[in-house]
């Protein structure tokens, strides 16, 4: 896999050059809704790839500046467009960073604002464990699931990646009624240079 050819961007370098660099948001639309860095587009990590033309051409107009909730899914998206051979950087701490440093989060209004990806997979990670466990109880062997889900907790962190929170990512709790047309919204003005 490619890696990002640039240095991090600091929030704090990034803070000044808001208008000056296109900022892509790759959390799910439902995390986008809830807070964000002002003026990011939102493309879903799982939609990067459709939208790699699109931002290409943004990248030939000006820096791209990926960012996530933490880093970890920006990271992903980083690697993904140098592997395109589109240039990016990477905004080291994420929207957590931009927000921990005083940043104002711009919020779409009247839409419920959804947990973090993070906050959802230890949600469900820990219930399948607890489950298994209390249910191996009663039907012996059943443990074993809560064994599967510590095993695919310990490869996401030696990989990196997160295949539950890809997941959980695709579904419509995280994905309001308007993604798509929002997504295709966030396309359109790319392609346009806005």
Known sequence: MAT?????????????????????????????VGGHI????????????????????????????????????ALNAC???????????????????????????????????RWAMDRQVRLVAGSLVLAGVLVDVVVPGVRWVSAAVGGGLLFSALTNTCAMGSMLGRLPYNRPRDSARAFEATLAALRDGH
Request: hydrophobic share 40%; net charge positive.
């Open 4 to 32: 990002p050819t640039t240095t991090p961007l600091t929030v704090e370098q990034l803070r000044p050059r808001l208008g000056q660099v296109t900022v892509i948001d790759v959390r799910s639309p439902g995390e986008f």
């Open 38 to 73: 002002p003026g990011a587009r939102n493309v879903p990590l799982d939609r990067l790839p459709q939208a790699l033309p699109v931002l290409r051409a943004a990248a030939g107009r000006g820096e791209l500046a990926v960012v996530c909730a933490s880093g970890t899914r």
């Open 79 to 113: 690697e993904q467009l140098a592997g395109a051979g589109i240039p990016a950087r990477l905004v080291d701490g994420g929207t957590a960073a931009w927000a921990d440093r005083g940043g104002d989060l711009d919020r779409i209004p009247g839409r419920r604002v």
